[in-house]
């Protein structure tokens, strides 16, 4: 049974940084694809960012290009996203998702390809 736990949620003025965890327990993150996503209020849930922990293939929206960091701690057992430059439309619920084996649609910031999800850490940015 996979359990994700999101944390490092937080509010932050525009330009700052924020560095959100996701700890992953029941199963090794190794030769998965975990990715972060995000939804506000009114808006359907967005791919932020995607990786596969077997080997260095990463993902992020348009949005967060030159922004945002993905990256993976195996022996934590634990995926990042580093925030930086943030904006205040980047005011989200973020949320980790998991799934092994990868789907076919995980690198296009599909949520659908993800099957287990954690229950969001808040960032509000202004």
């Known amino acids: 049974h996979v359990q994700l736990v999101e944390s490092g949620g937080g509010s932050v003025q525009a330009g700052g940084s924020l560095r959100l965890s996701c700890e992953m327990s029941?199963?090794?993150?190794?030769?998965?694809?975990m990715g972060w996503f995000r939804q506000s209020p009114g808006k359907e849930r967005e791919g932020v960012a995607v990786l596969f922990t077997g080997a260095n293939m990463k993902y992020y929206a348009d949005s967060v290009k030159g922004r945002f960091t993905v990256s993976q701690d195996t022996l934590k057992n634990t995926i990042y996203l580093q925030m930086n430059s943030l904006k205040p439309e980047d005011t989200a619920m973020y949320y980790c998702a998991h799934n092994r084996p990868c789907r076919s649609n995980w690198s296009q910031l599909d949520s659908g390809a993800f099957g287990n999800w954690g229950r969001g850490t808040q960032v509000t940015v202004s």
């Open positions: 029941g199963k090794t993150i190794e030769g998965s694809c």
